[in-house]
């Protein structure tokens, strides 16, 4: 692995660990050796003639606070549980004693007092479960990762298009592809969500593996997705452009025995020193429309020569 690639890695490492332990409003010094210890997961994995894998190694790192999180409110909640069975046990065997005709007020006394313990417990078991969840929700929001492809998401997209429009003193091109599964709707409809999802992650993954390190991928909302690239020609963009085409045409996914076949239609932008994150999107957009009525599995430019 290339030095650069290393001191990256520290770098994210370093700051995703000082980042979280901020928004922890108890953090522990066992939450900071796990995180390290998926750190040191995460990068025995990494390998190094995969163009995406530091990339991806990075996002991983970004979330193992919220599985750390997770973990803690399953943990609670198993707790929780243990707890309410142990009262219910409880009453019920004080109201056996008391139709009884054995005198065990002493008996009872013990039991309520542990009852009310119990009881104490639970609750503040419950307290940190709600505690917790809500700072799930945070790094969930936080996070740069979409959840079910584990590519970038569209906060993600956002953020690095503002920065890229903001830093126009470049001599080199940046393109936009926006990625749209043909028919995903009638395919959902036909073999269900669960294979919808399937087919989203099959997808995310032939383009990572696709594209060259540099680029970037997002999941840009429900079936579509979108790819930048960098330091590209627009003939180099339109070869890519049809490879990726290509390779999702010829890939099947098996669900359930089943063989699904997918497609997909791509408009293509390249950026121009004007161009804000909606005006460079709104024309890959309408490339993509173009690419869509001209019967799909096919890609389409929108070329403009502003400036």
């Known amino acids: 692995m290339e030095k650069d690639n290393l001191k990256s890695l520290v770098t994210q490492i370093y700051q995703n660990l000082l980042e979280n332990i901020d928004k922890q409003e108890n953090a522990s010094k066992e939450q900071v050796m796990n995180y390290l210890q998926d750190s040191v997961e995460i990068i025995s994995k990494i390998d ?34 243990k707890f309410k069975k142990i009262t219910q046990m409880h009453e019920k065997t004080i109201n056996s004693c008391s139709d009884t005709k054995i005198d065990v007020p002493s008996i009872m006394e013990k039991f309520n007092d542990i009852q009310e313990h119990m009881m104490s417990e639970v609750q503040k078991a419950n307290n940190v479960i709600s505690k917790l969840s809500s700072q799930v929700k945070i790094l969930e929001t936080d996070s740069n990762l979409d959840s079910l492809t584990k590519v970038y998401n569209r906060r993600a997209l956002t953020t690095h298009l503002s920065s890229v429009c903001k830093n126009m003193n470049k001599n080199y091109e940046l393109h936009l592809l926006i990625l749209d599964i043909d028919d995903f709707k009638m395919i959902n409809d036909k073999h269900g969500h669960i294979a919808g999802d399937k087919i989203l992650i099959f997808i995310a993954n032939i383009l990572k593996k696709t594209i060259r390190d540099g680029d970037k991928v997002f999941r840009y909302g429900g079936e579509e997705f979108v790819i930048l690239l960098n330091r590209i020609t627009q003939k180099d963009c339109q070869s890519i452009t049809l490879r990726l085409l290509e390779l ?58 502003g400036i």
Do not use: F
């Open 48 to 81: 190094d003639n995969e163009v995406n894998s530091v990339e991806h190694a990075k996002l991983a790192l970004d979330n193992s606070y919220k599985d750390i999180a997770n973990n803690s409110i399953s943990s609670y909640k198993h707790t929780n549980e």
């Open 248 to 305: 999702v045409r010829k890939s099947k996914l098996i669900y359930k025995g089943e063989s699904i076949n997918v497609t997909m239609s791509i408009g293509s932008t390249s950026q121009i020193k004007s161009d804000t994150p909606d005006t460079i999107i709104a024309r890959a957009d309408k490339a993509l429309y173009r690419a869509k009525n001209n019967g799909k599995d096919q890609m389409q430019s929108e070329i403009n020569n």
